[in-house]
Nanobody
Framework: QVQLVESGGGLVQAGESLSVSCAAS????????MAWFRQAPGKEREFVAA????????YYADSVKGRFTISRDNAKNTVYLQMNSLKPEDTAVYYC??????????????????WGQGTQVTVSS
């Protein structure tokens, strides 16, 4: 089992920055893929960014490319999402997710095996 706990959400104004974190526990931090998803009110959950281990490759949704950066610290069992130049449309609950194996398809594609409870990010205009 892997437990994922997000933190760092909050309320910011458009153009500001915010960082969210995801602390993983429960088994050796060797999940090959960690990712962030988000869900806005009335919308489906969408992919935001993913990072692979040990290669450290990253992949971003077009909507956040150039503004968001995903990183991971294996020593701290933590994944981060640095969000810059935030827009009101970035408002959502942000979820951390983990894969324990690579399945068919692209390495960042679902399914993901474990999910956190989410942290709210609100960007005011």
């Amino acid at each position: 089992q892997v437990q994922l706990v997000e933190s760092g959400g909050g309320l910011v104004q458009a153009g500001e920055s915010l960082s969210v974190s995801c602390a993983a526990s429960g088994r050796p931090f060797s999940t090959p893929v960690m990712a962030w998803f988000r869900q806005a009110p009335g919308k489906e959950r969408e992919f935001v960014a993913a990072i692979s281990w040990p290669g450290g490759g990253t992949y971003y949704a077009d909507s956040v490319k150039g503004r968001f950066t995903i990183s991971r610290d294996n020593a701290k069992n933590t994944v981060y999402l640095q969000m810059n130049s935030l827009k009101p449309e970035d408002t959502a609950v942000y979820y951390c997710a983990a894969k324990i194996a690579l399945y068919s398809g692209r390495w960042y594609d679902p399914p993901y095996d474990y999910w956190g409870q989410g942290t709210q990010v609100t960007v005011s205009s």
